[in-house]
């Protein structure tokens, strides 16, 4: 993708990755400090988070002789990206494509 932005620019493909590279060092710091980034005409990219979910162990689950044992399994807590697409952009995928595209 460099080389096609370089050659729509008239740069060299160098310069284009060394603004690339910084670009997605921003982008991807923005979104740690701030929970998220809005990029113009594109979308917003925002991180979140879920708690683990504590379960309980069936009776049954458990050698013979066991099943009067409970015990609790707390699962890792899920972080997750999220993306919502621009109203331009979403627009321009219906065009394309047809159909409803989700925002």
């Known amino acids: 993708m460099d080389q096609e932005v370089a ?3 008239g740069k060299s493909r160098k310069v284009v990755s060394a ?5 997605l060092h921003v982008v991807s710091m923005r979104l740690l400090e701030m929970h998220g980034v809005r990029l113009d005409g594109f ?3 925002t991180i979140g988070a879920r708690e683990g979910k504590i379960d309980s162990l069936r009776t049954g689950t458990f050698r ?7 015990i609790t399994v707390k ?3 899920k ?6 697409k621009a109203r331009r952009f979403a627009a321009e995928i219906r065009a394309r494509y047809g159909g409803a595209v989700s925002e």
Not at 19 to 23: D, L, Y
């Open 75 to 77: 699962s890792r807590r």
């Open 19 to 23: 603004v690339t590279a910084v670009f």
């Open 43 to 45: 979308g917003t990219l």
């Open 79 to 84: 972080v997750y990206i999220t993306f919502k």
């Open 7 to 9: 050659f729509q620019l």
């Open 64 to 70: 013979p002789g066991e099943s009067n044992k409970s």
